[in-house]
């Protein structure tokens, strides 16, 4: 994200209207924001942070105490560019605020835009629209974002420590990488279910065979070459009595012609 302008008015110690041309600034390359502490280095960052996400990290409950106390509106616009594989987009988000009491404000008017060819096509009307609109179109959340790329005062440490889990899902924000890491997920989790359901058929089948193990399977064998002793053996007594049996047979039929030969 490469920020062009800022606008903001009612925010803080900015009481009065004030722009910031970062174009002008970003032609050096680098540049820093300096002053003495409570003229408003940190509210740059606040302002980006309530026009992006509604939002200042670091106030109570997000907006308490935000707005400058002689103040009843707070105004904040910012323009901002993005590049990617499709070329340069310009987006302009603008939030106004009203003061509710002491300490707390509602939110007025909220929209965001892109910018082509000066004309400003609205994307979002209202705040919780803007909200997912700017979260999809820069890929961060407010955490994210002022983890990564806006750190307020004593943020440092956190950004230094984060750990596992939420290390992993602010770089997959970071870079875009969650649908690679869902599908990855969906697939694994497919393959899971698919091996957990062969696993169970094959347990079902092979209780249906029975005992199958080794003591088990020597134990058929032994088993099947008794039986195919006992069939060889019975074969081969069949084979005698059938032997016999034709035997008898012939000797038999011998004898009925010798005994009919006898008479007349």
Known sequence: MKPI?????????FREKQEIDFEALCQGGVFGIFGPTGSGKSSILDAMTLALYGKVERASNNTQ???NHAENVLEVSYVFELENAKGKQRFKVERTFKRTDDIRVKSGICRLSEIRDEEHLVIADKA???NLAVQEILGLTIDDFTRAVVLPQ??????????GADRRQMLQRLFQL???GDELSRKIKEELHLKTRL???IQAEQLGLGEASDEAVKSAEEAYKELERAVTSSEKTLQEIETLFEEKRKSGSGRQKEGRWSFP
Do not use: P
Request: glycine share 16%; charged share 25%.
């Open 128 to 130: 919780g629209e803007v």
């Open 154 to 163: 004593g943020k440092f440490a956190e950004f230094l420590s984060l750990k």
């Open 65 to 67: 105490g935000i707005m």
């Open 199 to 201: 696993l169970g058929e």
């Open 178 to 180: 969650e649908k690679y």
């Open 5 to 13: 302008s800022l606008t903001v008015a009612g925010l803080h110690s």
